[in-house]
């Protein structure tokens, strides 16, 4: 007996193969370097991990915007713009926080340096992400 039903099997082409490859592996580069900022020796405080929430949260509301908003209309739409300006705060809160952590001298500035390093990278795969997989075509996101 079959618990599952599969109504279409869609085939990956290799480009989005080698593109999600690639994204994974900027994912665990940036993970890496807030692994290396919290676990070294020389540093040894865990704080910077505060920041996996700002990476989970930070593609939520461009998310929701994108199911809700009808992408025909060439105008801009509200719920875009409030979208885009959490997603703003969200990131712009995951830089920010290092440094006052290392201002207030919770943590060494070596590791705010390596969480920094370990931002940009993972952002900006984020942001990748978005940009091969927002569109509406037979591939994308939206059918995960």
């Keep these: 007996m079959c618990f599952f039903r599969v109504d279409r099997i869609t085939t990956v082409p290799k ?16 993970l890496m370097f807030l692994m290396l900022g919290c676990a070294l020796p020389v540093y040894d405080k865990y704080w910077p991990l505060f920041l996996l929430f700002f990476y ?7 998310g929701i915007s994108r199911r809700i908003v ?16 959490l997603t703003t705060g969200i990131v712009v809160s995951a830089f920010g926080l290092p440094i006052i952590f290392a201002r207030a ?40």
């Design 56 to 62: 989970i949260l930070a593609p939520i509301p461009y």
């Design 70 to 85: 009808d992408d025909t209309d060439s105008a801009s739409n509200a719920c875009k713009e409030l979208a885009l300006f």
């Design 15 to 30: 480009e989005n193969k080698t593109t999600l490859i690639s994204l994974s592996f900027g994912g665990a580069i940036g």
């Design 105 to 144: 001298d919770v943590i060494a500035w070596g590791a705010c340096a390596l969480v920094l390093t370990g931002n940009v990278v993972i952002f900006a795969t984020i942001l990748g992400f978005f940009l091969v997989f927002g569109s509406n075509d037979d591939f994308s996101w939206q059918q995960w």
